[in-house]
């Protein structure tokens, strides 16, 4: 396996930056939040869950333009000390890639990438805020993030998909 591989999203388990911890636990609470939601478990992405998952995306960039707005700490006496991701995620057991609903699964997917790249950033490794290189990986993964949801998911569901519904799918396996 390559270093890059991926095998446990929720590895490092902690890092230098408690700014990127600040991050990595609002995305993983989105995570959390978008696996027990309604439209987890139907073939919609309701506007409840739109706006839910907005708000929260919405509020990892205010986060993160906050702590980019101010000047970078001198720390000398407490770096290089670690600070803990808080995974809630990890700690209920969710199953994103088992989420029925397909856009649900993909904005999961999303939120696990941004997870992954901002634990393992070279601003991670810093005692607080981010490097350019970080916060441009971050804008690109946003704007996809809001994208999906304004574009892709106001347009194409929820759709008529009444052979792939719970019920369904569970009445044919009795």
């Not at 993030?145 to 347009?155: C, R």
Request: some cysteine.
């Amino acid at each position: 396996m390559a270093d890059n591989e991926v095998e446990d999203i929720y590895q490092p388990e902690q890092c230098r930056n408690f700014d990127v911890t600040g991050v990595v636990d609002r995305l993983d609470r989105i995570l959390y939040e978008m696996c027990n939601s309604e439209s987890a478990t139907t073939n919609d992405f309701n506007e409840y869950d739109q706006a839910r998952f907005t708000t929260m995306w919405g509020e990892v960039q205010t986060y993160i333009t906050a702590i980019q707005a101010q000047s970078r700490l001198d720390l000398p006496h407490s770096y290089p000390a670690m600070y803990s991701f808080r995974y809630v995620s990890k700690d209920t057991s969710v199953d994103w890639e088992g989420t029925k609903n397909s856009f649900v699964r993909d904005l999961c997917r999303l939120v696990a990438n941004a997870m992954v790249q901002w634990s393992r950033s070279e601003s991670a490794d810093q005692s607080n805020r981010y490097i350019p290189a970080d916060e441009n990986r971050w804008n690109l993964i946003f704007n996809r993030g809001n994208a999906m949801v304004e574009t892709y998911a106001k347009e194409a569901l929820p759709g008529d998909k009444p052979e792939s519904s719970d019920f369904e799918l569970g009445k044919r396996g009795a």
